[in-house]
Nanobody
Framework: QVQLVESGGGLVQAGGSLRLSCAAS????????MGWYRQAPGKQRELVST???????NYSDSVKGRFTISRNNAKNTVYLQMNGLKTEETVVYYC????????????????WGQGTQVTVSS
């Protein structure tokens, strides 16, 4: 079984910074793309940023220049450094990983973390 566990959410003032972490564990053969998404109540989950195994990154326009995604392949961990946070970014952030399990099937499956709340106060 594969699990993604996020940490690092919390309360921060507008303009402040937070660093989210997401660690994958379990029977893992390899992890391809990893990323962060966020979802506000009543809205669709939206892409924040992704990073490939080789380190190629992608950002939504709304976070470019403020957020930085990185990963440690040896630790099966992805990070999201968030600077200049805005009050409208008070949402739940979810980690995603496209993971090939260490089993006979060797198929890539998307896994999600449980989400971590980020609250940005004015």
């Amino acid at each position: 079984q594969v699990q993604l566990v996020e940490s690092g959410g919390g309360l921060v003032q507008a303009g402040g910074s937070l660093r989210l972490s997401c660690a994958a564990s379990g029977s893992i053969f390899s992890i391809n793309s990893m990323g962060w998404y966020r979802q506000a109540p009543g809205k669709q989950r939206e892409l924040v940023s992704t990073i490939t195994r080789s380190g190629s990154t992608n950002y939504s326009d709304s976070v470019k220049g403020r957020f930085t995604i990185s990963r440690n392949n040896a630790k099966n961990t992805v990070y999201l450094q968030m600077n200049g946070l805005k009050t409208e970014e008070t949402v739940v952030y979810y980690c995603n990983g496209k993971i090939v399990g260490a089993n006979l099937i060797l198929a890539e499956i998307p896994y999600w973390g449980q989400g971590t709340q980020v609250t940005v106060s004015s």
